[in-house]
């Protein structure tokens, strides 16, 4: 069975940093994609970052380019989102999830982590 379980989720004031970790299993690592998604109660799931666990090439949304780094350790089956100079606009509950390619709607991923919130303060 796939799994994905994600964690690292916290309160932190507002300019601090956070990792999130995902760790995967039940299926090859390196033949699929990984998106990091993020959820505030009333809107839609946003994809803000995801990662060919292949070739490495990772994607951002522009609200979080140059403050989050998405990357993978293949051995471990787990990707991280460090999230750095966080702002209270950053608050929700943060998933994992696998895809077949990268991309940045929730309907190309099949499989996601139970979430993980984080909570920024001013």
């Known amino acids: 069975d796939v799994q994905l379980q994600a964690c690292g989720g916290g309160l932190v004031q507002a300019g601090g940093s956070l990792r999130l970790s995902c760790e995967a299993s039940?299926?090859?690592?390196?033949?699929?994609?990984m998106g990091w998604f993020r959820q505030v109660p009333g809107k839609e799931r946003e994809g803000i970052s995801c990662?060919?666990?292949?070739?490495?090439?990772?994607y951002y949304r522009d609200s979080v380019k140059g403050r989050f780094t998405i990357s993978s350790d293949n051995a471990k089956n787990t990707v991280y989102l460090q999230m750095n100079s966080l702002k209270p606009g950053d608050t929700a509950v943060y998933y994992c999830?696998?895809?077949?390619?990268?991309?940045?709607?929730?309907?190309?991923?099949?499989?996601w982590g139970q979430g993980t919130l984080v909570t920024v303060s001013s």
């Open positions: 999830a696998r895809g077949r390619t990268t991309g940045w709607y929730a309907d190309e991923y099949e499989y």
């Open positions: 039940g299926f090859t690592f390196d033949d699929y994609a």
């Open positions: 990662i060919s666990l292949s070739d490495g090439k990772a």
